[in-house]
């Protein structure tokens, strides 16, 4: 059944391999219902309290988000307004994002740095809120993010929030193309000022250090402080056909996002890119581009809970068949919970 609880394969698939491979014809019906007696056994077991303990007690956690299609809408409640929000950063003027709009759902992944623990949870409407709810409630370490605004809503009960590195890159990347060699081509110092941190990271690693030396951190802000008010003061009135330019908005979210760029460099255990929990994206993804959609979110919630415990198991050396049988006897694996003092 794994075909169908975990692989990116329509129910329709399952039940046809099973006919061909032993001669016994079975529905997609049955397979759906294999998943939803998976899925049970699952809740039943508590492996989503579980999970939300066990990453409640770690010191760092990366997270990640993506929206998804279901075709049963009508189920979703409609999206509350959020006055005064933020913009997400990710989001670049002119740029229509459909399937990003405010009543989609979508996917939250929740992973620890080495990948031990992946929590998948499917989420509606996708609002800033409803990401920053999705983390454990529990958990008071530092967050890896990529530029969600919904994880902002949190830096009073956390203990800090990081921002990729890679996608502080993509943007720098995004006010470079309307020419090399001109003044939003300074935007190119932020990227080397980045690489050069990542490098004085490994470095200090390497020697067995847990921070960074102060006078290198000293310089490599004073190099990203010159670069971003660069930004700022050649771009500030410039014209540009959608309100301010890009150049401009992009050094202001540099100056006021400072420490979480460079948390990294205070927090060897927060990385400077946010690849773990992308991943667990990228699975959704995967799985939408192949079945297309989802018919509810309530099959989608369950897709969620079947990778995250199959995922989860697997890291901890636990095999998918031997995990699978484990639900069926009704002794699921769980993730290691933290000891009580």
């Avoid at 454990?136 to 370490?141: E, L, S, V, W």
């Avoid at 830096?155 to 990347?173: E, K």
């Avoid at 484990?326 to 009580?340: S, T, Y």
Wanted: aromatic letters at 6%; hydrophobic letters at 40%; glycine letters at 10%.
């Amino acid at each position: 059944m794994l075909l169908s609880c975990y692989g990116n394969v329509p129910a329709e698939r399952p039940a046809r391999l099973i006919g061909m491979l032993t001669g016994q014809d079975v529905s997609p019906g049955w397979a759906g219902k294999a998943v939803a007696r998976m899925n049970v056994g699952l809740r039943a077991a508590g492996s989503d309290e579980a999970m939300l303990a066990a990453l409640a007690a770690e010191g760092v956690l990366a997270a990640d988000e993506t929206p998804v299609n279901v075709v049963d809408k009508a189920l979703l409640p409609a999206p509350a307004p959020d006055p005064g929000g933020e913009a997400d950063p990710e989001e670049h003027a002119g740029k229509e994002k459909e399937e990003g709009t405010a009543s989609s759902p979508h996917v939250l992944i929740v992973v620890t740095p080495d990948g031990r623990l992946t929590f998948l949870q499917a989420l509606a409407p996708r609002r800033k809120g409803s990401v920053g709810g999705g983390i454990p409630a529990a958990f008071t370490g530092n967050l890896m993010a990529d530029g969600c605004t919904g994880c902002q809503h949190l830096l009073d009960r956390i203990a800090g929030t990081g921002q990729c590195s890679q996608h502080v890159i993509r943007r720098c990347r995004q006010v470079q193309k309307p020419g090399p060699g001109g003044l939003q081509g300074r935007a190119g110092d932020i990227i080397t000022v980045l690489r050069d941190a990542h490098q004085a990271v490994e470095d200090a690693r390497s020697r067995g250090d847990t921070a960074l030396d102060q006078r290198v951190l000293d310089g490599l802000l004073e190099r990203y402080d010159t670069a971003a008010e660069f930004g700022r003061i050649h771009s500030r009135l410039r014209d540009w056909d959608k309100g301010n330019r890009p150049g401009y908005a992009l050094a202001r979210w540099l100056a006021d996002y400072r420490e979480q760029v460079f948390l990294f460099t205070r927090d060897f255990n927060v990385d400077w890119v946010n690849n773990v929990s992308e991943r667990g994206a990228k699975k959704a993804k995967r799985r939408q581009a192949v079945s297309g959609y989802r018919q509810s979110l309530a099959t989608l919630s369950r897709w969620c809970r079947i990778a995250s415990y199959l995922d989860s198991a697997a890291a901890h050396g636990t095999t998918a068949p031997d995990a699978v049988r484990a639900i069926i006897e009704g002794k699921p694996w769980l993730p290691p919970l933290p000891a009580i003092s």
